[in-house]
């Protein structure tokens, strides 16, 4: 068989090595990509449960502002979007009555439960998440497993009924609190052994603050109804109320329309000239949001100085101190005013008004702004006109945290659509990247292409020159054997001789120049810099030599004579890429190819032949026998070689 037809099948079976590992780049490529999307997957879970939680958070404002004073289809849709939203199987919500508490709401309660708790006034157990409630206890209380705690084991019959009528589990409870007055209880259940999280928390406590304004709704309405002389004043105050409810469901995210409305209800109601909404910004100041009718010349000053620190006699101060309404009857009979305090003088000759109530905003114990109604005339303001600026205050609280979290959730989705642009950016990279890799690894060895790829550049492809060692290596009667045997037998023995010298040369670092039927090329210090490539080149000769003798060994025994040479040679060549579009090689050209190619010429089955530039450079490692002279084609003079025997022993 010719060197030619032998290098032409050689080189069709490489494409499968080299496309093999273009499929392990893509498949390494789809991981990274599996996993971002999963990562995206986990945002977008995120987004939609807020979103959730959002939806219903304006449901049951929605309920509450269509259904003020009936407060069955209130806490029906409540425990609907609760149960739903923390994965619970059913709910409920008990009022206290002195020292019971009774049922008055379920959702999704078994019948034999729901039979057993409609007929039964309940008395809070010690240990129990109500009578917690009534000691004191503020924060939410998870029960893991009821079925494991001494209540149920003790054969507590309230535990009993829930966990053997009910089939309850888990439970998460949720005080109704108003003025760090216990009102009862909502909770829900699961009917596994699984812990709620912080978002079902959250939410619960969400859906406690509107049952406790749905509560006090209906509570001022039904005493408001029972005294004709108040019934025009609760009708105006409940359309406040519903009117205000409805622009923070229509309104979600803008916090002006929902203040002003309020302010203008608010002023109304309370028989007020104007009003004030401050936010809370730390210490003693406060920021002017929104203002109601206020007199010019205190507008203006509003405007120029929007944000006012407040003295301890001020009822802004006082209400913060306390986190109660404070009333001042009379601001020019105060001794601020007779002394001259800068801001009550403003208030009172600016703004032309006598009496102040300023109601507080809290969160969770903390201050976060105050409403302010003021009257030109000294007088105080009816307890009926306190709640309805207390509840106005609480649905300004629930307006800004609406707003606060649908703000996160547009930072979170802006997040995310940044994060997909990014990651579709660096799927197109990647896919470039690989497109190219391919086109590399079609023509180039594997050391050139990652490097190109490593690097960025494609700057080693250009012609070059470089000290290299060449090692060039065939098989002794392959031409022979090639011809005599069957084509089978001759792919089987390049696929031995192949993997028995492809790990040695990747082990040593090597780049595989080229190889043609049973000739193959290596070069060494280029395109990757090694050190004493010569010494390196011989250290592989010596482990394929032994690595061939088995493979010469296998097919002697089955009557084909096969040996092996080895020639290497150390200088200078001028390497880089050769060919035309579309078929490209890597090449080393020069006079150290030629030699190394020759001295294998040479080489008996067995033999490694070297340059005396190799010898110079490998002799303190390796024994050697001289070859004499050998006058080589393509060489002016004769040259001398040496036969490596094997290394020197370590020292």
Same mark, same amino acid.
């Given at each position: 068989?010719?060197?030619?037809?032998?290098?032409?099948?050689?080189?069709?079976?490489?494409?499968?090595?080299?496309?093999?590992?273009?499929?392990?780049?893509?498949?390494?490529?789809?991981?990274?990509?599996?996993?971002?999307?999963?990562?995206?997957?986990?945002? @977008?879970?995120?987004?939609?449960?807020?979103?959730?939680?959002?939806?219903?958070?304006?449901?049951?404002?929605?309920?509450?502002?269509?259904?003020?004073?009936?407060?069955?289809?209130?806490?029906?849709?409540?425990?609907? @979007?609760?149960?739903?939203?923390?994965?619970?199987?059913?709910?409920?919500?008990?009022?206290?009555?002195?020292?019971?508490?009774?049922?008055?709401?379920?959702?999704?309660?078994?019948?034999?439960?729901?039979?057993?708790?409609?007929?039964?006034?309940?008395?809070?157990?010690?240990?129990?998440?109500?009578?917690?409630?009534?000691?004191?206890?503020?924060?939410?209380?998870?029960?893991?497993?009821?079925?494991?705690?001494?209540?149920?084991?003790?054969?507590?019959?309230?535990?009993?009924?829930?966990?053997?009528?009910?089939?309850?589990?888990?439970?998460?409870?949720?005080?109704?609190?108003?003025?760090?007055?216990?009102?009862?209880?909502? /909770?829900?259940?699961?009917?596994?052994?699984?812990?709620?999280?912080?978002?079902?928390?959250?939410?619960?406590?969400?859906?406690?603050?509107?049952?406790?304004?749905?509560?006090?709704?209906?509570?001022?309405?039904?005493?408001? @109804?029972?005294?004709?002389?108040?019934?025009?004043?609760?009708?105006?105050?409940?359309?406040?109320?519903?009117?205000?409810?409805?622009?923070?469901?229509?309104?979600?995210?803008?916090?002006?329309?929902?203040?002003?409305?309020?302010?203008?209800?608010?002023?109304? /109601?309370?028989?007020?000239?104007?009003?004030?909404?401050?936010?809370?910004?730390?210490?003693?100041?406060?920021?002017?949001?929104?203002?109601?009718?206020?007199?010019?010349?205190?507008?203006?000053?509003?405007?120029?100085?929007?944000?006012?620190?407040?003295?301890?006699? /001020?009822?802004?101060?006082?209400?913060?101190?306390?986190?109660?309404?404070?009333?001042?009857?009379?601001? /020019?009979?105060?001794?601020?005013?007779?002394?001259?305090?800068?801001?009550?003088?403003?208030?009172?000759?600016?703004?032309?008004?006598?009496?102040?109530?300023?109601?507080?905003?809290?969160?969770?114990?903390?201050?976060?702004?105050?409403?302010?109604?003021?009257?030109?005339?000294?007088?105080?303001?009816?307890?009926?006109?306190?709640?309805?600026?207390?509840?106005?205050?609480?649905?300004?609280?629930?307006?800004?945290?609406?707003?606060?979290?649908?703000?996160?959730?547009?930072?979170?989705?802006?997040?995310?659509?940044?994060?997909?642009?990014?990651?579709?950016?660096?799927?197109?990279?990647?896919?470039?990247?690989?497109?190219?890799?391919?086109?590399?690894?079609?023509?180039?060895?594997?050391?050139?292409?990652?490097?190109?790829?490593?690097?960025?550049?494609?700057?080693?492809?250009?012609?070059?020159?470089?000290?290299?060692?060449?090692?060039?290596?065939?098989?002794?009667?392959?031409?022979?054997?090639?011809?005599?045997?069957?084509?089978?037998?001759?792919?089987?023995?390049?696929?031995?001789?192949?993997?028995?010298?492809?790990?040695?040369?990747?082990?040593?670092?090597?780049?595989?120049?080229?190889?043609?039927?049973?000739?193959?090329?290596?070069?060494?210090?280029?395109?990757?810099?090694?050190?004493?490539?010569?010494?390196?080149?011989?250290?592989?000769?010596?482990?394929? @030599?032994?690595?061939?003798?088995?493979?010469?060994?296998?097919?002697?025994?089955?009557?084909?004579?096969?040996?092996?040479?080895?020639?290497?040679?150390?200088?200078?060549?001028?390497?880089?890429?050769?060919?035309?579009?579309?078929?490209?090689?890597?090449?080393?050209?020069?006079?150290?190819?030629?030699?190394?190619?020759?001295?294998?010429?040479?080489?008996?089955?067995?033999?490694?032949?070297?340059?005396?530039?190799?010898?110079?450079?490998?002799?303190?490692?390796?024994?050697?026998?001289?070859?004499?002279?050998?006058?080589?084609?393509?060489?002016?003079?004769?040259?001398?070689?040496?036969?490596?025997?094997?290394?020197?022993?370590?020292?």
């Amino acid at each position: 068989m010719s060197a030619r037809s032998s290098r032409t099948r050689k080189a069709k079976g490489g494409k499968s090595t080299r496309a093999s590992a273009s499929r392990g780049l893509a498949i390494d490529l789809q991981t990274q990509l599996d996993r971002r999307s999963r990562e995206l997957a986990k945002a @977008r879970k995120l987004l939609k449960e807020a979103l959730q939680q959002q939806s219903a958070t304006s449901e049951v404002l929605q309920v509450v502002s269509s259904s003020p004073v009936e407060l069955t289809p209130v806490f029906d849709a409540m425990l609907k @979007r609760a149960l739903l939203l923390c994965e619970a199987a059913f709910g409920g919500l008990w009022i206290f009555e002195g020292d019971r508490y009774a049922v008055k709401a379920l959702f999704g309660v078994p019948a034999a439960y729901a039979s057993y708790l409609r007929h039964t006034s309940v008395v809070p157990g010690p240990h129990t998440a109500p009578y917690l409630f009534l000691q004191g206890e503020r924060s939410a209380i998870q029960n893991v497993d009821l079925a494991a705690e001494e209540a149920y084991l003790t054969g507590d019959p309230q535990r009993r009924a829930l966990v053997d009528l009910g089939g309850a589990r888990a439970a998460l409870q949720v005080p109704l609190v108003r003025d760090d007055a216990v009102l009862g209880v909502i /909770t829900v259940y699961r009917q596994e052994v699984r812990p709620f999280l912080e978002q079902h928390v959250t939410l619960l406590q969400n859906f406690a603050a509107q049952a406790v304004i749905a509560i006090e709704n209906a509570r001022l309405l039904k005493e408001l @109804r029972q005294r004709t002389d108040d019934l025009s004043e609760a009708l105006e105050q409940q359309t406040a109320t519903s009117e205000v409810l409805k622009v923070i469901s229509s309104s979600p995210v803008e916090l002006k329309p929902v203040f002003g409305t309020m302010l203008a209800y608010a002023v109304r /109601t309370c028989e007020a000239k104007f009003g004030t909404l401050f936010l809370h910004e730390g210490d003693d100041y406060f920021r002017v949001a929104a203002e109601h009718n206020t007199p010019p010349a205190l507008a203006e000053l509003h405007q120029r100085e929007p944000v006012i620190r407040v003295g301890p006699s /001020t009822s802004l101060y006082r209400s913060k101190k306390a986190r109660q309404p404070i009333q001042i009857p009379d601001l /020019t009979a105060e001794p601020a005013y007779f002394e001259r305090e800068q801001n009550r003088v403003a208030l009172v000759e600016l703004g032309g008004y006598r009496a102040v109530l300023s109601v507080p905003m809290v969160k969770e114990s903390a201050v976060i702004g105050a409403i302010n109604m003021y009257r030109q005339d000294a007088g105080t303001f009816s307890d009926n006109q306190v709640e309805l600026v207390k509840n106005f205050a609480a649905q300004a609280v629930i307006a800004i945290e609406n707003t606060r979290l649908l703000n996160e959730l547009r930072e979170r989705t802006e997040e995310v659509v940044k994060l997909n642009q990014q990651l579709e950016h660096r799927v197109a990279d990647q896919i470039g990247e690989i497109e190219r890799m391919g086109r590399l690894r079609r023509f180039l060895p594997p050391q050139v292409a990652d490097l190109i790829v490593a690097s960025g550049t494609e700057k080693q492809l250009e012609s070059h020159r470089r000290e290299i060692t060449a090692l060039f290596c065939d098989l002794r009667g392959f031409t022979g054997f090639s011809e005599a045997s069957a084509p089978e037998d001759v792919m089987a023995l390049l696929r031995d001789y192949h993997a028995a010298i492809g790990e040695i040369i990747i082990k040593y670092s090597g780049t595989l120049e080229r190889y043609a039927g049973d000739g193959v090329m290596v070069v060494f210090n280029d395109p990757v810099p090694v050190d004493n490539p010569a010494l390196r080149a011989v250290l592989m000769a010596l482990e394929t @030599r032994e690595a061939m003798g088995t493979v010469m060994e296998k097919w002697r025994q089955l009557g084909h004579d096969v040996g092996f040479g080895i020639g290497i040679a150390h200088g200078f060549a001028t390497l880089g890429t050769i060919g035309f579009e579309g078929r490209f090689d890597y090449a080393a050209i020069g006079t150290v190819s030629n030699i190394a190619s020759r001295l294998c010429d040479e080489a008996k089955p067995g033999q490694i032949l070297i340059s005396p530039r190799v010898f110079t450079a490998v002799k303190d490692a390796v024994t050697v026998e001289p070859m004499g002279e050998f006058t080589l084609k393509g060489i002016g003079r004769p040259l001398a070689a040496y036969n490596v025997l094997g290394a020197k022993p370590a020292n």
